[in-house]
């Protein structure tokens, strides 16, 4: 098993930042990726960054992120972070902390909000 909790989430006007923290707990070690989803009202759950553990630590980004948002992670900590910069309003989502372990079970967050207004 393995527990997820987000913090970060808040209210930024169009143009600002916020960083999304995740803890995690558990069995961390059998985790095999970890990454960042939101959805926003209305949509689908869409994935945001991914990166898969081992190797090279290979990092995916949606499309509509690139070049905005970062993911990183601090193993000593077994935290995961998404740093949101130049946020737009269709930014504006739930963010879910996801973590999937080696025999493919997920793992979810409650979710942290980000509102993106002015």
């Known amino acids: 098993q393995v527990q997820l909790v987000e913090s970060g989430g808040g209210l930024v006007q169009p143009g600002g930042s916020l960083r999304l923290s995740c803890a995690a707990s558990?069995?961390?070690?059998?985790?095999?990726?970890m990454g960042w989803y939101r959805q926003a009202p209305g949509k689908e759950r869409e994935l945001v960054a991914l990166i898969l553990i081992g190797g090279d630590d290979n990092t995916d980004y949606a499309d509509s992120v690139k070049g905005r948002f970062t993911l990183s992670r601090d193993n000593a900590k077994n935290m995961l972070y998404l740093q949101m910069n130049s946020l737009k309003p269709e930014d504006t989502a739930v963010y879910y902390c996801c973590m999937t372990n080696y025999y493919g079970r997920a793992f979810w967050g409650k979710g942290t909000l980000v509102t993106v207004s002015s």
């Open positions: 558990g069995s961390i070690f059998s985790v095999t990726d």
